[in-house]
Every structure is written in C-alpha cells, then in structure tokens.
C-alpha cells in the first residue's frame, strides 16, 4: 500500500521492504526558476561584452583623434575593431577560462564581419536608391520608352517601359532554353551516373565561375560571326542561357541527391521503369527544390550586362521580335545611362538599377520560400467516449 508521506512531516518513519512513499507538493512552495537555454548568455555575460566593447570605442576615439594623427571615421573603426577585440579578452579571462576568452573573440570576429557585409549591403541598397528616386515618382517611368526623349528632358517624359518588356522576353526564351537543359543534366548526373557523368559533374561546376564577358564572346563568335545572325533580343538570351545552365544543373543536381534512394527502391520493385520512376516519383518529390534552382538562375542572368551588351545592342523604342534588331534590357539601360555626362540621364539609370534591385530580392525571397519545408500540423487530439459524455453532461 502506498502511504503518502509530507515533506514537511518531523515524525519519524520506518521503512520496511517494498513499501513506497510518495512526497506531497507542499502549495506555498515557490515555483522552479527557469533554466537559461543551452548556448543562451546570462545577463552578466551580455552586460560584459557590451562593456567590453562601449570602452573600446571610448579608448578607439581617444587614440585615433586625441593622440595620434589617424582623424576620419575609417581608422576609428579599425581601431574600435582592434581595442574590443582586447577588451573583451581581457574582460572574459577575469572570470572565465581559455575556452571562454576563445568563443567570445571568435563571436566577435564573426559578428564583425556579418555586420560589416550588412552594412554594405544596405549602404549600397541606400544610395542607388537615393541617385534615383525622383524619376520613380513618376508613372510614366514604368510604361513609356525612350524614342524622341532628349537627355535633358525633364523625369515626366520617357520610361524603361521597353527595357523591361526586353529582358522579360529574353529571360523567357532563356528558361525554356535552360530548363529543360539544366534538369536534364541533373537527372543524367544523379541517375545514370557512370564515368561520363563525372566528367559532366566537373565541367558544370567549372561552367559555374564561368565569366560572363567569356559567355558573351562564345555567342557573339559562334552565332553572329560564324552563322551571320544578326544582333538581338534571340542572341542576348543564348548568351544568358549560357550564364543560367551551369546554375540550374548544379543546383538541380543537388536538390535531386536529397531525394530518398527508398522512394526509387520502391518505385522500381513495383515494376516501374526507370524513366518512369524519375519522372513519376523523383522529379515531383524535388519540385519545390527545382523551382529554386530555376529562381536562383533567373537572379543570375537577369542582372548580366556583359553577355547583352556584346549580342542584343541598345534600343531606345519598343521591340516584341526578339529576331528583328537589337533590343534594349534593363542592364543595357543602365549602363548607357551611367556612362553618360548628362544628369538626367544618370538618375535615370540609378532609377532602373533601384528596380533591377527589387526584382533580383524578390526573386530570391520567392526562391526562399519556395524552398523552405512545409511546417508539419499537429494532428488533432481524438476525443473518446468517455471524453465526449463528459463534455455532454458538462454542456447540459
């Protein structure tokens, strides 16, 4: 028989054999305090490298513009940088040991360097959209082309309206071009395999850090010189869909070799073929995988000035055929207009850059989604009979 016994209680108990004493829960008992998570710092510990490095910056500005000749924000920065990484060594070894003094200069290394890429991230985001917000503020922009526009004309006149109907038609044949292609060579590397596939492997990613001045030449040297067609919006997109390939099949090819090897197992012992598995069982298990791929490779060509510029040429007038003359583009637009000496003409350019630059973000915030994993939901608790008479009763 179980016999529960307080805590609290003085008399003496005798244990005998087989006998177990379950303790009350005393009610004015204090609640547990709550365990820090693993990995977490204290409160002392954020209060020291925040001291840490608030001191540094104090002695960073007394060196660098009280007693040496190093004035200007770049070498207060340096220094900051240098004095916090001592302070908050010194500070941690008075009340931690190596292993601590090591994880926090290496914290601190590694957060430098994520702030200093974020800033000039934003900074560089900041400033083109700073040249270039006046020519926004117009609708005309958007919709209108450049023909019969002046480059002292004021912002209410001409648009990139042809620059971006060209790169949506060149990035259009680009991907029905490359898609096929880079899946293609993905599924050949990952399921035939064999010694032709590594050779495979090995050009694609080499094709991968290709540049893409090379991608341009390549066309301009096999398709306008050698065959003697003409430049335009059709060239263009073969040199972007030399520059997209290598980007779709690399990551194509990696999405495909995270696809359970059960699901092929099992395909194949009910009798399906192997075209027939990778087509009904592994290109639909690696879809959202895919779409990523094909999103990251749209990111990579669409911002290509170089390949353009030596295949399609510069229009300032709307063009549908891609086969029929050059065809302007959104990089094509900004760099004729950042080399120009007119103003006018710069903000314009530092207008069409601000778009380029919120159409490569959504881009990869579309890629980001697509290739995060759906969040599994909890499965809703069944009720019993029991359960439901109770509510029944409690109901009436």
């Not at 008992?29 to 709550?34: I, K, M, N, Q, V």
């Not at 007038?317 to 959104?330: A, H, I, K, R």
């Not at 159409?359 to 915030?365: N, P, R, S």
Request: net charge positive; glycine share 10%.
């Amino acid at each position: 028989m179980n016999t529960p016994v307080s805590a609290t209680d003085e008399r003496p108990v005798t244990a005998s054999a087989g006998t177990t004493y379950v303790p009350l829960i005393d009610p004015d008992t204090p609640p547990p305090a709550p365990r820090p998570g693993l990995g977490r710092p204290t409160a002392e510990e954020r209060f020291t490298v925040v001291g840490a490095w608030a001191s540094a910056f104090a002695l960073a500005w007394l060196v660098t513009q009280r007693l040496l000749p190093l004035g200007g924000p770049a070498w207060l920065l340096v220094v900051w940088f240098a004095l916090g990484l001592v302070m908050t060594a010194v500070t941690t070894s008075m009340s931690g040991r190596r292993v601590d003094v090591v994880d926090r200069v290496v914290g601190g290394i590694v957060t430098s360097g994520a702030l200093v890429v974020g800033s000039a991230l934003v900074s560089t985001v900041v400033f083109v959209v700073y040249r270039g917000w006046e020519p926004l503020l117009h609708l005309n922009f958007f919709v209108d082309d450049m023909a019969g526009v002046g480059p002292r004309d004021p912002f209410d006149r001409g648009g990139i309206g042809h620059a971006i109907l060209g790169s949506a038609i060149q990035l259009g044949i680009a991907i029905a071009v490359t898609l096929p292609l880079g899946i293609g060579t993905a599924v050949f590397m990952t399921e035939v395999g064999g010694r032709f596939a590594v050779v495979v492997r090995t050009i694609v990613e080499a094709m991968t850090a290709l540049p893409s001045i090379v991608a341009g030449l390549f066309i301009y040297t096999v398709l306008i010189v050698a065959i003697g067609f003409p430049r335009s919006g059709f060239a263009a997109a073969m040199a972007l869909s030399v520059m997209m390939l290598p980007i779709i099949a690399r990551a194509a090819d990696v999405v495909l070799r995270v696809v359970p090897g059960g699901l092929r197992e099992a395909s194949l012992a009910l009798g399906a073929s192997r075209w027939r598995t990778v087509w009904h069982v592994v290109l639909p298990t690696a879809r959202p995988g895919l779409a990523t791929a094909l999103i990251l490779g749209v990111a990579r060509g669409v911002g290509e000035t170089s390949p353009v510029l030596l295949t399609s040429g510069v229009a300032t007038f709307w063009v549908t055929n891609p086969t029929d003359g050059v065809m302007n583009s959104l990089p094509l637009f900004i760099f004729k207009g950042a080399r120009s000496p007119e103003p006018m003409d710069i903000e314009r350019a530092f207008a069409a850059a601000t778009v380029l630059l919120v159409l490569v973000l959504a881009l990869f915030v579309i890629a980001r989604l697509v290739a995060r994993p759906p969040r599994a939901t909890a499965p809703r608790p069944r009720r019993t009979p029991r359960a439901k008479s109770a509510a029944v009763e409690e109901s009436a």
